[in-house]
């Protein structure tokens, strides 16, 4: 949740971006405003949770040397898993105009 909250002008926004992104990165919320009615909001991004791959490989790793061997992957969650990735459709993702 943000700090505080901050209303400007589209004006603002444009002649001073830099310092609205100072305060986005200081935790306030940007309400952009046109004739006193939201048009846009910017605010931090969220924090991304979880393990990035690279750390999810080394500990893959790193528990197949504990174990002395490498797990191998159930034959019918394998196929199941495959039968996924075969299956899947392209996104329609419309380009911007």
Do not use: Q
């Not at 006193?36 to 490989?57: D, H, L, M, T």
Request: aromatic share 4%; with cysteine; proline share 6%.
């Amino acid at each position: 949740m943000a700090k505080d909250v901050v209303h400007i002008s589209e004006a603002e926004a444009a002649n001073n971006f830099g310092a609205l992104m100072e305060r986005v990165r200081a935790g306030a919320e940007v309400i952009i405003e046109r004739d006193a009615k939201p048009v846009a909001v910017v605010r931090p991004a969220e924090v991304v949770r979880g393990r990035p791959i690279s750390e999810c490989i080394a500990l893959a790793e790193a528990h197949a040397k504990e174990l002395g061997y490498e797990p191998t992957l159930d034959p019918d969650f394998a196929a199941d898993l495959e039968e996924i990735i075969n299956s899947r459709k392209s996104r329609n993702t419309p380009t911007w105009e």
